[in-house]
Structure formats: structure tokens, C-alpha cells
């Protein structure tokens, strides 16, 4: 059975930085797309960003420049290194793994709290 588990989430002061770490299981995922979204309060779950096998990525406009995304693959895991951090950043984090066929698994959430 899959599983996504988080961590890395937590309280940190606008401009400064955290990292957040996926740890997957029950499968192999060489083959799969891994990515990071969010859910702020009252909104919709968006994504911030993705990597595909071939190590390309994709951000949302909101965290170009800011947030990098990383896999290893060996592990497997992801990663998502925020820095620059805006009070807006500030939501429950989701990792996300996606086989080019639709399957798709998420981890728990990780709470993301920026303060002013």
C-alpha cells in the first residue's frame, strides 16, 4: 500500500525558510510525478510544484523564485525548500505522487504557518 508521509511543517516569521520532506512507500515510483500543493483556509487546493521522472519541473507564479523542488529517487522521496517566506504561503501542505495513468496518492498534510 502507498503511503506519502510529510514532514518539516511548522511556525516561522515572514522571510525565512523550511523544508519539507515526502517519504514514499509501497511501490515503486521511478516512474511517477511527484509534487507538492496546498490548501489555505476557505480555498481551493493549488499546486506549487511538480517534478517528472526526466527532473523537470513546474512552479506555481506565486513561488517562482522561491521555492525549488528535488526527488530522490533512491529513497524515494521529495522535496520542497521554501524560502522568502510571505504570510500568504501559509497553508496545509500536500505531497502528491501521480502515475502517468491517473493513479494518484496524497500524504496527510503538513501545516505551513508564516507570521507577519
Known amino acids: 500500500q502507498v503511503q506519502l508521509v510529510e514532514s518539516g511543517g511548522g511556525l516561522v516569521q515572514a522571510g525565512g525558510s523550511l523544508r519539507l520532506s515526502c517519504a514514499a512507500s509501497?511501490?515503486?515510483?521511478?516512474?511517477?510525478?511527484m509534487g507538492w500543493y496546498r490548501q489555505a483556509p476557505r480555498k481551493q487546493r493549488e499546486l506549487v510544484a511538480s517534478?517528472?521522472?526526466?527532473?523537470?519541473?513546474n512552479y506555481a507564479d506565486s513561488v517562482k523564485g522561491r521555492f525549488t523542488i528535488f526527488r530522490d529517487n533512491a529513497k524515494p522521496a521529495t522535496y520542497l525548500q521554501m524560502n522568502s517566506l510571505k504570510p500568504e504561503d501559509t497553508a496545509v501542505y500536500y505531497c502528491?505522487?501521480?502515475?502517468?495513468?491517473?493513479?494518484?496518492?496524497w500524504g496527510q498534510g503538513t501545516q505551513v504557518t508564516v507570521s507577519s
Open positions: 509501497g511501490s515503486t515510483f521511478s516512474r511517477v510525478i
Open positions: 517534478i517528472n521522472t526526466s527532473g523537470t519541473t
Open positions: 502528491n505522487v501521480r502515475w502517468t495513468w491517473g493513479t494518484t496518492y
